[in-house]
């Protein structure tokens, strides 16, 4: 099982990023997912999750309304769309399946003017 996140970056408060995770070595449209940061000085927080099929999504308080997380099972990809982002979303994002508990390298986040 591989998970490779790519997309982070740059970006000045009220900008939009997206990030992907390419999943590799498993059947990956047969599990949930999960997005995951850290920010500085705190613990990792989930942040979002959807079910293998795209039907089931939740969402952290902390970014419910600003955030959508997305799949496409035909191309193995799990998507973080963020939309106008705060300084507080500066951080490492990492996806996960809960199932085996396998999660990705992580990729930097970093809001700023």
């Known amino acids: 099982v591989q998970l490779v996140e790519s997309g982070g970056g740059l970006v000045q408060p009220g900008g939009s990023l997206r990030l992907s995770c390419t999943g590799s070595?498993?059947?990956?449209?047969?599990?949930?997912m999960e997005w995951h940061r850290q920010s500085p000085g705190k613990e990792r927080e989930l942040v979002a999750s959807?079910?293998?099929?795209?039907?089931?999504?939740k969402y952290s308080d902390s970014v419910k309304g600003h955030f959508a997380i997305s799949r496409d099972n035909d191309k193995n990809i799990v998507y973080l769309q963020m939309n106008d982002l705060k300084s507080e979303d500066t951080g490492v994002y990492y996806c996960?399946?809960?199932?085996?508990?396998?999660w990705g390298q992580g990729s930097q986040v970093t809001v700023a003017s």
């Open positions: 070595g498993y059947s990956f449209r047969s599990y949930n």
């Open positions: 996960r399946r809960p199932n085996g508990d396998y």
């Open positions: 959807i079910s293998n099929s795209g039907y089931y999504i």
